[in-house]
């Protein structure tokens, strides 16, 4: 956990912001890459469906004409907010607890005074990327107010672009096309997930056939994690079952109008970066995030 009284030099901070800005660009790019992906793959399916292609440019004129773009003083705020290094750490560890907090369990947590505490959650919820409300503690008085994550999308971009909306267009266009389009979207889920793992093991210089299960395991956490899942891992004591819990869903917005493509598409998606990392698997989801539930699970089971 960072010391927020520690001594942070310019360097320190510039370091941690190009940090956090090279992760949001490595998933942004790879966001675009999975959609040109789908696309292509949307193209060969629908070169003797001419109808439900003039539908797709059709949806792409309608949707960019009510297109709002996010204005410069937003993102200037944002930028604004997270180049405090305290209030970046409790970000942080705010995505890591998956808990509501409260101002006093920050101002613990980090050694600050209350309202100092209080300061850095309300500038974070100034900008959309928490949310509070008043909650009952049960044990009498008046309610508590407890921060959590937000939902809420917030986006950096010079100059502004809408990959979120060329994922959407390309899943409505696949699902219009019925099981073809389904199919072709699961198989390109999983062919994704199977090259990135494989990039991440390149990028390591590392041999699947080399690594030991708790490896393989440990490269699957930190992959997921740099994908922006908020993974949690529990390795089962027999060694050959993970649970896997999903905090947050890259796609959510797009799951929230096609919830069983998206997640099936999803699933695929993570079958794809086991498979690359093991020959025999059997992956089984536990719980939905869209289900009354505050996360995904799976439980995944690899052979010896």
Known sequence: MINPFAFFSEHNI??????????????????????????????????????????LIFYIIIIYSNMEVIPLQQTLKITNV???????????????????????????????????ARMHLSKLEDVGM???????????GRPSRVYHLSNEVVELNFPFRDYQLLAKVAIEA????????????YETGKRYGIEIMEKQLSKQKLDKT???????FEILETTTTILGMTPDFYI?????????????????????????????????FIKGMIEALFEEYDLIMKENMFE???HCAYLIHVAD
């Open 82 to 116: 997270l180049s405090d290094p305290t209030r970046l750490s409790i970000y942080e560890y705010m995505t890591k607890f998956h808990q509501p907090v409260t101002v006093q369990d920050i101002a613990k947590q980090f050694q600050i005074h209350p309202n100092v």
């Open 236 to 268: 089962k004591e027999d060694g050959n079952q993970i649970y896997l819990q999903v905090f947050n869903c890259p796609f959510r917005e797009i799951a929230e109008k096609h919830k069983k493509e998206t997640c099936d598409m999803h699933i695929a």
């Open 174 to 185: 696949m699902i219009s096309l019925g099981e073809l389009g389904k199919n072709a979207l």
């Open 14 to 55: 510039r370091y941690k912001i190009t940090k956090s800005f090279f992760i949001f660009k490595f998933l942004i790019k790879n966001i675009l890459n999975f959609c040109c992906e789908v696309v292509n793959v949307f193209l060969q399916k629908v070169f003797n469906h001419y109808s439900t292609f003039h539908r």
């Open 292 to 294: 009354d539930c505050s």
């Open 130 to 140: 928490l949310k509070s409300e008043n909650k009952k503690t049960g044990k009498g």
């Open 210 to 216: 080399e690594l030991t299960k708790n490896q393989k």
